[in-house]
């Protein structure tokens, strides 16, 4: 065997060709969320456990103000999480959406366009206000073009957390666990769906 046959035998002998088609996608679920207690935290964890147990997702975990354009625009699903203020959404969590525009750019070309998107909130009583508060987050992804999806509860996850049901108990963070998996199951079937 001459010189060149020899280092193409061993080449090819090395490669496994695999069809695109049939290559595992992989995805990034980004938990973004505001919390000065702790217990929307403690939901955002939740999220994060469930969507890195559906294999091929990898997850990052942030504070609103912490999230990178960079951070925010590679991940293919972003689940948003805040504590209630006055049956609304955080300031800091408004804020976060405001800089998509203000900070990254998100506009013209709609760059959150078609990824999905998912809410999670945690308030003080039980009909305060926290759906409105999914909904007011789910509302500033459906402007930007996101698909978004529920989980754990129609608009969402989300824990009462005061009173006579104080902090997150195992229920609710399983609402959350069940919310985390379903974003990442959605985003990893639209991954897998070949483009036009
Ligand atoms: C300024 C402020 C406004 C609030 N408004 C509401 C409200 O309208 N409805 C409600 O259910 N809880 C309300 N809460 C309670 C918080 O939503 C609740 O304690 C939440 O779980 C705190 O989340 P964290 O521990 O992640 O900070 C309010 C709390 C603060 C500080």
Not at 55 to 81: C, I, Y
Not at 98 to 110: A, E, I, L, R
Not at 126 to 150: D, Y
């Amino acid at each position: 065997m001459n010189m060149l046959a020899c280092i193409l035998s061993i080449a090819l002998g090395s490669l496994t060709l695999v069809p695109a088609w049939a290559e595992e996608p992989s995805i990034t679920v980004l938990v973004a969320y505001h919390s000065m207690g702790g217990h929307t935290e403690k939901m955002a964890q939740g999220v994060l456990e469930g969507a890195r147990g559906v294999p091929g997702t990898k997850v990052l975990l942030k504070r609103v103000g912490q999230v990178t354009a960079d951070e925010l625009f590679s991940a293919d699903a972003l689940v948003v999480g805040s504590p209630v203020y006055w049956a609304n959404m955080a300031g800091e969590v408004k804020t976060f959406f405001d800089n998509w525009q203000f900070k990254f750019g998100v506009f013209p070309d709609f760059k959150m366009r078609n990824k999905i998107g998912a809410a999670f909130a945690t308030g003080g009583q039980i009909s305060s206000g926290k759906e409105l508060t999914m909904l007011t987050i789910l509302a500033a992804m459906l402007g930007n073009q996101m698909i978004v999806v529920s989980g754990g509860g129609a608009f969402g996850a989300s824990a009462t957390t005061e009173g006579d049901s104080p902090g997150v108990d195992e229920q609710e963070l399983a609402s959350a666990r069940e919310l985390g998996q379903r974003v990442a199951e959605v985003t990893m079937r639209m991954k897998s769906t070949p483009k036009r």
